[in-house]
Every structure is written in C-alpha cells, then in structure tokens.
C-alpha cells in the first residue's frame, strides 16, 4: 500500500447517505447509502431501469438534465458536495473522481489521436509544460497495458480495438491520479478474453490503493473483483454485503434470483428463472422473483439419427482492400433432431456469416449447405422458397426484424401466411393467440406494437414468429446478448421447453460462454472464421483441446472464483 | 359514484389492459389555425357559391377600383369585379394545379424511384444519372421548358409544375427503397419463406410511400406557387379566368392605386403554402412518433 493509502486509511474516498435522484419530480433513486474505502472496490449490481447508472453519474454531479439530486450526506474525499454547483463539481471530476464509462467507442472523439484526449485532463486540470505532459500521456499508456503506447497516442480511436479504446479510456480516467475511479459498465460492449484482461487491469489499479466503484448488470464480472457488493433493484438497494457473502449466501430473493439466472456451469436442462407466469405487465424482471410453481418441463425428444441441418465445407469470402477475407473458411456443422449445436466465438469469427449461410440468406464460394441430405443453398430461390419455412431464424435485435407499423397480431399473422395461405379470419386468429401463449404472452400483447414492448417480450414475439410456421430448424444468433440476466434466463428457458415439446434443431449462435454451456449438447468453437474445436459441451468446456478454447474458458467470468 | 369518478376508473383499467402509448400531445395552435384554412380551402374549391358574396364574374363599370369595404371585403377589379368572390373562385384552379402537379411529380417520382432501385445496377445508373441532369436545372426553368414545347394554359401549366418537381421525389423514392429493402425485417420476411411480389406489397413499399405521401403536403404548396407563376407571366391559366396567378398579373397595373387587386390574392398563395406546409409538418411529425 501506498503512503497516500495509509494516510487516508481511516476516512472513505466516497461517503454517501439517503441519495435521492428524481427527473422532473419523478423520483428514480430512493435513498441510497454507500462508502468506499481507499484500495476497496464496491460494485453495484443491478437490471435495467434498477438506477444503478443514474446513481453513478449523481456521484459526478452529472444526473442530467431535468434532474433534481438530493443526499443526506454526500462527501467525497471528506468534502462536502450535498449542495454543491456546477463550478464545485467541476474541481472534483476528473481530480478526485475519475470515470470509465461502457462505451469507448462514442466516449472518445474519433477525429483526436487518444493522446489529446488523455491530455486534455493534463492541460486543464495541471501547469505542465507540454514536453512533460507528453511523457506523462505515455507513461499513463503504459501503466494501463497499451502495446507501443508511444505509437497508441498518434492513433485516433477508429483505428483501435475495442480492448484498447476500453484502455486509453480508463487511461483518460487516470490521468490526474484520482483516488477514486467509477466505471460504469467497463466491460460489457468487450470479448470476453479482452474483459478478463481490462478486469484485471482495474484489479491492479485497486492494488495501488485507488477505490472503484464498479457499476454492471453483471454478477459474474463483478464478483472478480469487488469487494463488496450492493445490489440494487427499482432504485432501492436490496441487498448489501462482503462480495463473498452476497453470491454465496445472498439474503433476498431477488439477489438469489440473479444468481440463479446466470448460466455459467449450470447443467444442461436445469432450470434459470424462477417463474414461468405469462408475461403481461412491462415488468419482465416482476416475474422473475415471484416463487411459484412452474409445471414439469416437458420430456425430452430423443436426438435423431441423421442430421437436418448440414453445412459441407462451407466458405465465404468477403472482397477487403488488397483482397479477400475469409469470414468462413471451410466450416463442417451438423445439427441432429432434438439437439442443440453451439456455435461459440468472439466478435469478428464469422458466427453471423454461418448463420446467414444457414439461411441461404447468402451464397457460400464454396462447399454446401444440406437441408436433410438434400440440397439447400444450391437450389435456385425460387425452388428453395416453399421450403423456407422448415428453418426458422431468431435474432439479437429483435425489434429490427419486425416491420415497424405492424402490431404483433400483425407479424405473426404474415408468419402465418406461408404456413395457412387459405385458413379463414377466425382461424388464423385462434393460431396467433394460441402462438403468443406458447412464448408465455398474453393475449392483449397482440394489440401492442413491438416498440412498446421490453426486450424480453420482443424477443418472445420473434420465437413466436420463428415457430408460426412449424419449422424443424430454429437458428439463434446472439439471441440474449441485449438482455438482462433474469430476462436472459426466462428466454433460455422457453427455447429449452420449445425444444423438448417441438423436438426442434437449434442452432445457437452466441459469444457467451456461459449461455452456450448451458445451451448445448454439442459445442463448436469459431475462430477467424475457422471451427478450432468441436465435441460435446462437457468435453470441450471441461477439457478444452485447443488453447484458444482453454483460454476462452479461462476468462470466462464465473460467480464462485 | 360520481359520473367522474366512473369515468376515472373506466381510465385507469383501459390503460391497465391497453398499451402504454407514447402521450399524444395536443395539436399546436398553428396546426389547428392551418387546418381551419385549409377546411376553408375545401369549402371555396368544391362549393364556392356557399362563401362567394358576389357573382365572381358580373362586370359593373360603376362599381370598378373600390377600396376595400363592407359590401366589397376585398374590394373590386377594374371591372368592377368582386376581388374576394374571384379569389374564392380561383381555389379550385389554383388546388387542382398545385394537387395535380404534385401527384404527377410524386407519381413520376415513384416509377423513376422504383426503376432505380429494383431495376438493377445499369437501370439504377442511368436513372440517377438522368436525375442528377433534370436537378441541375432550376425547376421553374424546366416549367417554362415544358411550356414552350407544348405551348402555354393551365393543363401545360400543371404538367410542367410537376415534371419539374419530379426529380427531388424520385431521388428520396430511391433512397428510401434502397434501405428498406435491405431492413432486417424485410430479410427476416425473406428468411419466412414470403414471396418477393408480397414483400414488396406489404413491407417495403408501405414502409417507403407513407412517409412520402407526408412529405407531398409539403409540396403542394411548392406546385402552387410555380403555378401561380406560370399564370403571372401569362403562361398558365389565361384571363378572365379567375387563378391567383393571373390575378396578380393583372392587378400589377394598377398596383399603386388599388392595392387590394394584388395583395389579396397574394396572401391566399401565402396563406394556402404556409397551411399545407404547416399541416405537412404536423403530419411528419406524428407519423416519427407512431414509428
């Protein structure tokens, strides 16, 4: 520990107390008490909407506009800022306090080489001769692992990876050495072997005696590296503890209905969200703490013999300057009845393209794909067309793929069409209720547009979709990615029992580790377009083969660490 | 209970079952005043004799060049002739000119636009190409250009307005199609196993025309005032038919003694283009909320 450490060993960076934040009389925060300690990282954990990014940003005085922050108390670094001005706050950000925010992409200006932007701390907040501040830019690459941080200065953020931008970000932050760093969602647009090397970097930051508050919806990330945790839900703390006791004994239901959502060494077929209670209201988070009991799942379908959905040594090339590139280089999958195949890889491995080549939404160079041992993206479209409905897609954006002036009774009507093209009124009628109860909605969510609807709905919406038309395939690609972990966990669930009852083939397409464990009979490993591993999911997560496989496994973040 | 207290309640559980829409605000002042203008419109363009105080077209010598008054709201013509009668007269001109020119060009505008973008890359070139050629002429030119090819009158007028405005529409046409046909929802129609002709029908051009029909009120306001140029140099509607264009032409004689021959008819053109545009914008905006 540092002098500085010891020194201020006995008062806390950050003393928070009876925190209110309201937007235009509409409060969001209701009461919220916090402390951090010198070298103590504090997490808060939370869903969408649980406050936990708005109670950041009021640590900065920066709520936003229309908003209205009230504490008790509120100290940082033993002053008071309860009724501070814009003119206090800002001696305080960026000196005392330093903030890494999720998305480094927009948070850098992409016309200014990372340099500037780490210097613009420097030249406002330090008198420092420009020669020294450029050193001290360096340096700052430097401690945060940036390779050839001499070099990394010159570079605007377009021209680096998402990693890097995520650390000349939190270089930003640390500029003026701030005892106390927020990073709001440091990790989650990143892979998940560049998130286990930016967590570790926080780790040491820590070391060095720094206090972090560390803001994710995400337990698994934060149980790393907190030291104690706060979960908050509905702008209320729920839950408060050492970070140990919070994942391993939490108290409250709803902390234990976190954990259970998270996927990661959960058994296949074993149950992640507490209630099956159709979804009506807009609070898909409300039915997941409501402990009820959920019918037995259905049996499952035995896993058939022969494949249904077969790519052959499938390739596509993409034209790149000075080339092609191989987004899929020679990739043989299959998919039996009955039987899920994950596909798991990071952002850029060609999953998607796999996906679309499935579809024959696009032509491989190269090698076939087979629907049933017959041909598939060989055959003309208009030949392939009747065809169409026996594979059927989910996507990460749901709310993308529905035509923005239909309802929901409306898209899964058109669904309908290619499957009951004669079926009167009343028919197609009673098929599209009956469809929104097998995805677990209400009937009265078939009059809603799907932009009023959460995430969680919507995506049930497009399972709907998929399954109008009875298909044998059912392909996911990234389908839980935009959600939160109890939604995630309710919508793994329904494709689980669809699966069972259907007998479906599932293609699962996902960056997620943890998710495609629990997902998958059997796992395939992507990489630069390439499949490096494949086998059963209990042999390729638990004894991975190739490194890359190990390595991804081993940075795959877990709740008991 | 009281009737209120009935009526809450009722309220409360609609909006329980009913969808949270997003709060429709009251319409503003001004597109309340631009809808009453425009009802008026409608009212002098199909049942003039209900606003007309005066036979638009009975010449009394005695009664030529009086101020506005009582008897006379606009006052009278070198004729004699009722300028508020004449210019209630001159709305069904000058809206079926501005209406029609503005389908023509939107009509024009959608076969250019759906050439371009479905037609393939070499259609598609050329198209844009022959686009980019009509914009480089200012739009009136091209009106005139029409004209004096098919020679002048209100029909000429008409056609010329909106083969000029063509171009602007089929260029947005272009652009939106080229982007709807590549929307997620239209792939994720494609993956469905629906045929191309229904894709089209249900999703791609509703999603694409609709906007546009909104911005075409925005345009016939535009159309009307070229027309009424047209008909101010005498190359549209011909006097003694009532068109404001024409009104205008020939008040400009008497500009410094009867005012009133001009500045009326004037402030229709400017009223009836602020209205629609008004109207068009309140239209635009409520079709971004409902996406």
Redesign the interface.
């Known amino acids: 520990m540092t002098a500085r450490a010891d020194a201020a060993a006995a008062a806390p960076l950050l003393d928070v107390e009876g925190l209110r934040v309201a937007f235009d009389g509409r409060e969001v925060v209701h009461g919220l008490s916090l402390r951090i300690m010198p070298g103590e990282c504090v997490a808060i954990v939370g869903e969408s909407g649980s406050g936990k990014s708005v109670t950041a940003r009021s640590l900065l005085g920066l709520a936003g506009p229309g908003s209205t922050t009230t504490a008790e108390r509120l100290e940082v670094l033993g002053r008071d800022l309860a009724r501070a001005g814009e003119r206090e706050w800002r001696g305080v950000r960026g000196r005392s306090i330093g903030l890494i925010l999720q998305d480094a992409l927009v948070s850098l200006d992409p016309l200014r080489p990372i340099g500037r932007e780490i210097d613009d701390a420097l030249r406002i907040h330090e008198r420092m001769p420009p020669a020294e501040r450029r050193t001290r830019v360096v340096d700052l690459l430097d401690r945060v692992g940036m390779p050839d941080p001499a070099a990394a200065a010159g570079r605007r953020s377009g021209e680096l990876s998402g990693g890097l931008r995520q650390r000349a970000l939190i270089a930003a932050a640390l500029a003026l050495d701030p005892p106390l760093l927020i990073a709001d969602e440091p990790t989650t647009a990143l892979d998940v072997t560049v998130q286990a090397r930016i967590l570790a970097l926080l780790g040491e930051i820590r070391s060095r005696g720094t206090g972090i508050l560390l803001i994710s919806h995400d337990l698994a990330v934060v149980g790393g590296l907190a030291d104690r945790i706060l979960v908050m839900r509905g702008g209320r703390l729920v839950e408060e503890g050492p970070a140990e006791q919070v994942l391993r004994t939490p108290r409250h239901a709803y902390t234990r209905a976190l954990i259970a959502a998270v996927p990661t060494d959960r058994a296949r077929g074993e149950r992640l969200s507490v209630s099956s209670a159709p979804v009506t209201g807009?609070g898909g988070s409300d039915d997941a703490v409501r402990t009820g009991d959920r019918p037995a799942p259905p049996a499952r379908t035995a896993v058939g013999e022969r494949p249904v959905l077969r790519l052959d040594g499938v390739t596509k090339t993409f034209p790149v300057p000075g080339g092609r590139l191989a987004a899929v280089d020679d990739v043989s999958l299959d998919v039996r009845r009955g039987e899920t195949l994950g596909l798991v890889g990071e952002s850029g491995s060609g999953k998607t393209t796999v996906a679309r080549l499935a579809?024959a939404?696009t032509a491989p160079d190269a090698g076939e794909v087979l629907l049933d041992g017959r041909p598939w993206s060989s055959l003309p479209e208009r030949e392939r067309?009747?065809?169409?409905?026996r594979?059927?897609?989910v996507?990460q954006?749901a709310l993308?793929?529905?035509?923005?002036?239909w309802s929901v009774r409306g898209i899964l009507d058109?669904?309908l069409?290619?499957v009951l093209p004669r079926a009167g009124r009343r028919e197609r009628d009673r098929r599209v209720t009956q469809l929104l109860d097998q995805v677990g909605l209400a009937a009265?969510v078939g009059?809603?547009?799907p932009?009023?609807l959460s995430g969680g709905q919507r995506q049930r919406v497009a399972i709907a979709?998929a399954l109008?038309?009875a298909p044998d395939v059912l392909i996911c690609d990234e389908p839980v990615s935009a959600l939160d972990v109890t939604i995630q966990a309710q919508i793994l669930d329904l494709l689980e029992d669809l699966q069972r009852r259907d007998g479906l083939a599932l293609l699962f397409i996902s960056h997620d580790l943890g998710v495609v464990r629990h997902m998958s009979d059997r796992v395939a490993v992507m990489r630069s377009g390439r499949i490096v591993e494949t086998g059963s999911s209990d042999d390729v997560f638990g004894s991975p083969q190739h490194p890359y496989t190990a390595q991804l496994v081993a940075d795959a973040p877990r709740l008991a660490a | 209970m009281s009737e209120l207290e009935l009526r809450q309640t009722t309220v409360v559980s609609a909006a329980e079952h009913e969808a949270p829409r997003p709060a429709r605000r009251m319409p503003r002042i001004g597109t309340l005043l631009a809808f009453a203008f425009v009802a008026f419109l409608a009212v002098a363009a199909f049942a003039p004799g209900l606003v007309q105080t005066h036979p638009p077209n009975a010449i009394s010598a005695a009664e030529a060049f009086q101020a506005p008054s009582f008897a006379h709201w606009f006052g009278t013509d070198e004729s004699g002739r009722d300028v508020y009668s004449r210019v209630v007269a001159g709305t069904g001109t000058s809206l079926l000119i501005g209406v029609t020119a503005t389908f023509i060009g939107l009509l024009l505008g959608a076969v250019l636009g759906v050439l371009a973008s479905f037609g393939g890359r070499a259609v598609d070139f050329g198209v844009s190409r022959l686009v980019e050629v009509l914009f480089a002429f200012p739009g009136l030119l091209l009106a005139l250009l029409v004209i004096v090819i098919a020679g002048p009158g209100p029909v000429t007028a008409t056609i010329a307005v909106g083969l000029s405005t063509a171009p602007g529409y089929a260029r947005i046409i272009r652009g939106q199609l080229v982007a709807i046909r590549s929307a997620p929802f239209v792939e994720s129609a494609r993956v469905l196993g629906h045929a191309p002709g229904r894709i089209l029908a249900r999703h791609i051009l509703p999603n694409a025309l609709v906007p546009l029909l909104v911005l075409a009120t925005l345009g016939i306001g535009q159309a009307i005032v070229w027309a009424s140029a047209l008909s101010y140099l005498g190359l549209g509607a011909q006097p003694p038919a009532a068109e404001w264009g024409a009104m205008l032409a020939a008040g400009r004689t008497y500009l410094g003694t009867a005012w009133w021959m001009t500045v009326f008819p004037g402030l229709m053109i400017v009223g009836t283009t602020v209205a629609t545009t008004v109207l068009g914008r309140a239209l635009t905006r409520r079709d971004q909320e409902v996406r």
């Open positions: 807009d579809l939404l067309r009747p065809m169409r409905r594979i059927g897609a996507y954006d993308s793929s529905f035509d923005p002036r058109d669904a069409g290619t009265p009059a809603r547009r932009l009023t979709r109008a038309a």
